[in-house]
């Protein structure tokens, strides 16, 4: 090994030491959207016990693809009984962004291992992926740069195989004339109710509730659109109030 070779190596792997601080901070730029990330896999897990399969088919399914889009898309297929070849061949076609995704990455991470690289590809995930090269969007060596993205994967990964397990067991205990619209719904709860963070969107949010359910009979579901159009004027209107009260308090 010449000396260049030497002071390289050391210059590739000054990113890959563990570093605590930056595990915190990727897991705390990616926790707001691991609701979200639940919130659809529950929704996923839903759909393949719906679909047909059986518990531990979706429970192996989640575990070894860890792809919604995909999995989602397979489905019908699945259930139609397609040739096997038309079921991969749709999955590889709905995930080829992560080419661009592991193009992206790899200039980062090309000197690991290809087992640390095989996993880290397994758990990346589209909004792990833009999050972390929005934090190092060039190549140059920082510490704490793996340690960054684990932050972000690993509870990515957890979040998505909660919601979907969640789902694969309650899907096979809900009636099945309660079909997927059960399975948005709960989606949309989970990710609403951490998104009320004052009590101008509590107040949004009762408000667009009542007008729902009052203005139900509009034709064209046009009800819906009126609560969410009056609820968003209900809750600005309350922060403006209460931003010139505390203006007048202060």
């Known amino acids: 090994?010449?000396?260049?070779?030497?002071?390289?190596?050391?210059?590739?792997?000054?990113?890959?030491?563990?570093?605590?601080?930056?595990?915190?901070?990727?897991?705390?730029?990616?926790?707001?959207?691991?609701?979200?990330?639940?919130?659809?896999?529950?929704?996923?897990?839903?759909?393949?016990?719906?679909?047909?399969?059986?518990?531990?088919?979706?429970?192996?399914m989640t575990l070894l693809?860890?792809?919604g889009s995909a999995q989602l898309a397979s489905l019908p297929l699945i259930a139609a009984q397609a040739p096997i070849w038309v079921i991969f061949a749709t999955a590889l076609v709905v995930n080829l962004r992560f080419v661009i995704f592991s193009a992206l990455l790899g200039p980062h991470f090309a000197h690991l291992p290809w087992k640390q690289r095989f996993y880290l590809g397994y758990i990346s995930g589209d909004l792990t992926v833009a999050l972390f090269?929005?934090?190092?969007?060039?190549?140059?060596?920082?510490?704490?740069?793996?340690?960054?993205?684990?932050?972000?994967?690993f509870p990515n990964w957890f979040a998505w195989q909660i919601g979907s397990l969640a789902g694969i067991f309650l899907g096979s205990a809900v009636p099945t004339e309660w079909g997927l619209g059960f399975a948005g719904t709960l989606a949309i709860l989970c990710i609403m109710v951490p998104l009320i963070i004052n009590h101008a969107a509590l107040c949004g949010?009762?408000?667009?509730g009542a007008i729902s359910v009052l203005a139900?009979?509009?034709?064209?579901?046009?009800?819906?659109?009126l609560a969410?159009?009056?609820?968003?004027?209900?809750?600005?209107a309350i922060e403006e109030t209460l931003a010139k009260v505390k203006v007048r308090r202060g």
């Open 1 to 60: 090994m010449n000396a260049g070779e030497q002071a390289g190596q050391p210059t590739a792997a000054i990113g890959d030491a563990p570093d605590r601080a930056a595990w915190n901070e990727g897991f705390k730029t990616g926790l707001p959207t691991l609701f979200g990330i639940g919130a659809w896999g529950m929704v996923v897990g839903i759909a393949m016990v719906k679909s047909g399969l059986t518990v531990p088919q979706a429970l192996g």
């Open 65 to 67: 693809v860890f792809a």
């Open 133 to 153: 090269l929005q934090r190092y969007p060039t190549l140059a060596p920082v510490a704490g740069k793996l340690s960054y993205l684990k932050g972000l994967m």
């Open 205 to 208: 949010v009762l408000v667009a």
């Open 216 to 225: 139900y009979d509009l034709p064209y579901k046009l009800g819906l659109l």
């Open 228 to 236: 969410v159009l009056v609820g968003m004027v209900t809750a600005m």
